[in-house]
């Protein structure tokens, strides 16, 4: 058994060397196999082996020589090419990754426009990134970029990727809030969007995207019930060349509204020798929109940024859902990003978000 195990292993090192020195139409070649992703969201599947696996490097170099999960050790090695610059390698890797998947995988368009965007294919990439968007609302936030890619070349790549992006698919772009009543069956009775700013005509569009969409039915003490929250959608637009506007609206999560959002005060010594740092504050709520606790969910490494965050979060006030017309306590997730240049970045916080629920339409605006 022994000996097998160390044939695997020195299969799948062999396998990585050799194709970091393929040439370059090698890499051309598999590139224009893989080519552009097919339209909508089609790119949501669990994968088991690779989900909520770690990107750490120690931990990527672990996974690399496992034996018993050939497919997450194909995935980790491509991270590891990755770091070091060797794209066309961590394309091969995934590549072998995602064909033994028993569906698309969601990790798969953002590590194939990542390796892409190495290999110089851009505007490839860039449409494998909008796929990987809307499978994941979070790769379409800044300050997903200043926690996800740990390796310094990785960061780099990423956020030319993520501009480009941006650039090209979401010159436009706005969170909105929206008041939302559930019935017993998870069907939408009521959505209100809560920014009167907004135009009309997307106002409503996104009403009637969100009125279709389904919602798993809420309980009280056991029994369905109505659910009253709030659901946060991210709308993303472009024009499209006759003088219309195509754009995504696409379902970030539900949950309370912060009514009072208070930002942390940067540490005058962090600041002073230009240290950056992102923190994620986990805070319980009660039924009047109070925190009651707050505790660190991710640490920045950092222990005043930590202190700030913690301290910032616990003077947070917020709407609360209502079940059965009853507010009801509850707790949610805070991100703080400390940027020099920039303030603290608080995005509209939020519960989960699924693929599923993504609309992209055109119009008139």
């Known amino acids: 058994m022994r000996a097998r195990h160390v044939l695997l292993v020195c299969l799948l090192l062999v396998v990585g060397h050799a194709f970091a020195a393929a040439p370059a139409n090698t890499i051309d070649t598999l590139a224009d196999v893989i080519g552009l992703p097919a339209p909508g969201p089609v790119f949501v599947g669990d994968d088991n082996d690779i989900d909520d696996s770690s990107r750490l490097h120690n931990d990527l170099k672990k996974a690399a020589l496992q034996t018993d999960s050939p497919r997450r050790a194909n995935w980790a090695a491509g991270w590891l090419c990755a770091e070091r610059n060797d794209f066309a390698c961590a394309l091969r890797q995934w590549r072998v990754a995602a064909q033994s998947a028993p569906q698309p995988p969601r990790w798969q368009p953002e590590a194939y426009a990542l390796a892409l965007w190495g290999l110089g294919r851009h505007e490839q990439a860039v449409a494998w990134y909008d796929t990987a968007v809307l499978g994941d609302g979070s790769l379409g936030e800044a300050i997903s970029l200043?926690?996800?890619?740990?390796?310094?070349?990785?960061?780099?790549?990423?956020?030319?990727?993520?501009?480009?992006?941006?650039?090209?698919?979401?010159?436009?772009?706005?969170?909105?809030?929206?008041?939302?009543?559930?019935?017993?069956?998870?069907?939408?009775?009521r959505v209100q969007v809560l920014d009167e700013?907004?135009?009309?005509?997307?106002?409503?569009?996104?009403?009637?995207?969100?009125?279709?969409?389904?919602?798993?039915?809420?309980?009280?003490?056991?029994?369905?019930?109505?659910?009253?929250?709030?659901?946060?959608?991210?709308?993303?637009?472009?024009?499209?060349?006759?003088?219309?506007?195509?754009?995504?609206?696409?379902?970030?999560?539900?949950?309370?509204?912060?009514?009072?959002?208070?930002?942390?005060?940067?540490?005058?010594?962090?600041?002073?020798?230009?240290?950056?740092?992102?923190?994620?504050?986990?805070?319980?709520?009660?039924?009047?929109?109070?925190?009651?606790?707050?505790?660190?969910?991710?640490?920045s490494g950092m222990q005043l940024f930590d202190k700030a965050a913690v301290a910032a979060a616990r003077r947070w006030r917020f709407a609360m859902d209502q079940v059965d017309g009853e507010p009801v306590a509850s707790s949610t997730k805070l991100p703080f990003v400390f940027m020099i240049g920039e303030d603290a970045d608080m995005p509209p916080h939020s519960h989960g978000g699924s693929a599923a629920m993504t609309d992209r339409s055109g119009a008139a605006l």
């Open 146 to 189: 200043h926690t996800r890619y740990a390796a310094a070349s990785l960061d780099k790549a990423a956020k030319a990727l993520y501009e480009q992006w941006r650039e090209a698919r979401a010159p436009l772009r706005k969170r909105v809030i929206t008041a939302v009543d559930i019935d017993i069956t998870g069907r939408v009775e």
């Open 197 to 299: 700013q907004l135009d009309p005509i997307l106002a409503q569009r996104i009403q009637q995207v969100i009125a279709d969409w389904p919602f798993p039915p809420a309980e009280n003490k056991g029994k369905p019930a109505r659910l009253s929250t709030h659901v946060y959608v991210e709308v993303r637009g472009r024009p499209d060349g006759d003088q219309r506007m195509v754009f995504d609206v696409q379902f970030m999560g539900t949950g309370v509204r912060a009514v009072k959002m208070v930002g942390p005060a940067y540490p005058t010594r962090s600041l002073a020798h230009g240290k950056e740092g992102a923190v994620v504050v986990l805070v319980d709520i009660n039924a009047r929109g109070k925190v009651t606790k707050a505790r660190l969910e991710q640490s």
